[in-house]
């Protein structure tokens, strides 16, 4: 396998909804769509998931576009591969730029799973047909409307509902929805808005039986985690924490969590990903697979991920309509009842929908060959 031609397009999606956390609301997702071509004529397809700002991580869509420029595609261009879990060799030079680093990886991983005649979770080495999936919604402009859309996905079937919290929206938050849906399989997410000083507030939340508390502290932080979840009932899952193999294993060292969030592009891609994967399993931690508001591609890559056997525990990668007016991709991903089927045929089991692509596409860029 070898790589020679890339071409870039980068894309504006109006979303159906905004999506507030306590980061940011976006009412708009720009993307950048990759397109890999191997030697052979074989087509496989990447996407980032960095924001316009970096609210998330120090990521931007304009950073991973400068990286993958100037940096990670002149390292992969024209070289021979074997597996795709060698461009995580040839990319380790460059530090962090995850999100930079999974797009590309991710189009390698189309191509293999393709040429080696296979869908992608297979290639991964998933056994799933189906997976389940829950919902994640921001916040809402009260509390009322935010019971009505729980209500909505509630009668649609999906396994459970992550809401955002952040300080001040919180508790009350979560009783009232814990008052109306008793048995509802629920989570909270606080994309990194508390501190210590938040203990007490946090363990009120112990009373309403969670799945877990998603990334209550800082971004970058294992060691406070350690101290808060020994203050806890409720699991603590690691969100924005985990950034490698390296990052889990401390952190199940210190007991900083009791979940694991998986984002593809957080880590760095799929083969780092499924090193987490397998990591967890071996120490009974168990791991879902999270979202960052992807479109058709990174959809489709997040549920080839999640037909492996650790993902025990409903991911966000929720249907096409939910977030979007059309997708980029054909089908779009549907949820009957709470559960996605994983596609079985070759490479990532969905077709680029060429006809939106080029509607939404803002520029483009081929590349072929460096000096």
């Known amino acids: 396998m070898r790589i020679e031609e890339i071409t870039i397009r980068h894309l504006k999606m109006p979303m159906k909804a905004p999506f507030a956390t306590s980061f940011g609301t976006v009412?708009?997702?720009?993307?950048?769509?990759?397109?890999?071509?191997?030697?052979?004529?074989t087509i496989g397809w990447g996407e980032t998931v960095a924001f316009v700002a970096p609210w998330y991580?120090?990521?931007?869509?304009?950073?991973?576009?400068?990286?993958?420029e100037d940096f990670l595609m002149p390292a992969l261009l024209h070289?021979?591969?074997?597996?795709?879990?060698?461009?995580?060799?040839?990319?380790?030079?460059?530090r962090?730029?995850?999100?930079?680093k999974a797009s590309i990886e991710g189009a390698v991983w189309d191509i293999y799973a393709q040429q080696t005649k296979q869908s992608l979770a297979h290639a991964l080495g998933g056994s799933k047909d189906n997976i389940d999936v829950g919902i994640s919604l921001g916040i809402q402009a009260s509390t009322e409307k935010l019971l009505d859309v729980i209500k909505v996905y509630v009668e649609k079937g999906y396994k459970r509902v992550k809401v955002k919290i952040k300080p001040g929206y919180d508790v009350e938050v979560i009783r009232a929805i814990r008052a109306t849906f008793p048995d509802l399989p629920l989570m909270a997410d606080a994309n990194s808005a508390y501190t210590l000083k938040d203990i007490k507030v946090l363990q009120q939340l112990d009373a309403f039986n969670l799945l877990m508390i998603e990334q209550p502290l800082a971004a970058d932080d294992i060691v406070d985690h350690a101290k808060l979840q020994k203050q806890l009932k409720t699991p603590i899952?690691?969100?924005?924490?985990?950034?490698?193999?390296?990052d889990a294993r401390k952190a199940i060292e210190l007991g900083s969590c009791g979940v694991i969030n998986i984002k593809i592009g957080r880590v760095g891609g799929l083969t780092e990903a499924k090193k987490i994967h397998d990591y967890c399993q071996e120490h009974d931690i168990p791991v879902w697979c999270g979202g960052m508001l992807e479109a058709g591609i990174g959809r489709a890559h997040n549920i080839a991920l999640t037909a492996l056997s650790n993902f025990t525990l409903p991911g966000d990668t929720a249907g096409s309509s939910h977030y979007w007016y059309e997708d980029i991709i054909m089908p779009e991903v549907v949820v009957e009842d709470g559960v996605i089927r994983v596609p079985q045929s070759v490479g990532i089991g969905y077709k680029p929908n060429m006809v939106v692509i080029n509607k939404l596409t803002i520029s483009k860029k081929v590349y072929t060959k460096y000096l």
């Open 27 to 41: 009412s708009e997702k720009e993307l950048l769509l990759l397109e890999a071509k191997d030697a052979t004529g």
């Open 57 to 68: 991580t120090e990521e931007t869509l304009k950073t991973t576009w400068h990286m993958l």
């Open 96 to 100: 962090r730029n995850y999100m930079a």
């Open 237 to 246: 899952c690691l969100d924005e924490s985990i950034t490698s193999l390296e």
């Open 79 to 94: 070289k021979e591969l074997a597996h795709p879990d060698e461009v995580s060799a040839l990319f380790a030079p460059i």
